[in-house]
Nanobody, 125 residues
Framework: QVQLVESGGGLVQAGDSLRLSCAAS?????????MGWIRQAPGKEREFVAS????????SYADSLKGRFTISRDNAKNTVSLQMNSLKPEDTAVYYC?????????????????WGQGTQVTVSS
């Protein structure tokens, strides 16, 4: 059974940085799957944040986040990370790690299948 467990969320001030991590388990071959991050702010729909191809060679970001967020993966450790810099109050959300399906580099929420439980990120002004 596939399991994705996020960590690294917390309460920070605007301008700070956070690094989220996702530990994946239950995969026969983790490196076969694209991975990504989705977020959901209070009262809003889930929003695509970033994704990375199975090999890690290609990435995709929401246009509004390019330059501030960086996604990476370590296939030897079955982990995916999201480095978030220059955080803004509007980045406040629950961040979910998710496994891509059908596409090499997901770019929409519907491109993802399995999800983690999420980690809360709160950015104060």
């Amino acid at each position: 059974q596939v399991q994705l467990v996020e960590s690294g969320g917390g309460l920070v001030q605007a301008g700070d940085s956070l690094r989220l991590s996702c530990a994946a388990s239950g995969y026969n071959t983790f490196s076969r799957y694209a991975m990504g991050w989705i977020r959901q702010a209070p009262g809003k729909e889930r929003e695509f944040v970033a994704s990375i191809s199975p090999s890690g060679g290609r990435t995709s970001y929401a246009d509004s986040l390019k330059g501030r967020f960086t996604i990476s993966r370590d296939n030897a450790k079955n982990t995916v990370s999201l480095q978030m810099n220059s955080l803004k109050p509007e980045d406040t959300a629950v961040y979910y790690c998710a496994q891509g399906q059908y596409v090499t580099v997901p770019s929409e929420v519907t491109d993802f299948g399995s999800w983690g439980q999420g980690t809360q990120v709160t950015v104060s002004s």
